[in-house]
């Protein structure tokens, strides 16, 4: 399984960010996988933002306090990240990862967005 993010580098306060994931050695509707978005800020440790299910269910960090929206859209084997209000603490390398069969995990390169005040 292969993934690669893509979005802007860099948004400004208060706006939206827009995440793709382009996933390619499985379907993202395969019962056998698990899609989530993490981030880490710099100097800090990994954050998970959320999960999509095979089944289309999707699972919120508690502290994303509704911002964050994930997505998927079949056809394109993507899945995506909205998140809202962004705030300068939101600069992160933001990554895709999949959980697969016996716990198999296959991460993205990550990419790096930037929040300007």
């Known amino acids: 399984v292969q993934l690669q993010e893509s979005g802007p580098g860099l948004v400004k306060a208060s706006q939206a960010l827009s995440l793709t994931c382009t996933v390619s050695?499985?379907?993202?509707?395969?019962?056998?996988?698990?899609w989530n978005w993490v981030r880490q800020p710099p100097g800090k440790g990994l954050e998970w933002l959320g999960q999509?299910?095979?089944?289309?269910?999707?699972y919120y960090s508690p502290s994303l306090k509704s911002r964050a929206t994930i997505s998927r859209d079949s056809a394109k084997n993507k899945v995506y990240l909205l998140m809202n209000n962004l705030k300068p603490e939101d600069s992160a390398v933001y990554t895709c990862?999949?959980?697969?069969?016996?716990?198999?995990?296959?991460w993205g390169q990550g990419t790096q967005v930037t929040v300007s005040s």
């Open positions: 999509l299910t095979s089944r289309g269910i999707v």
């Open positions: 990862n999949a959980v697969g069969p016996r716990e198999s995990n296959f």
């Open positions: 050695g499985s379907s993202i509707t395969s019962a056998s996988y698990a």
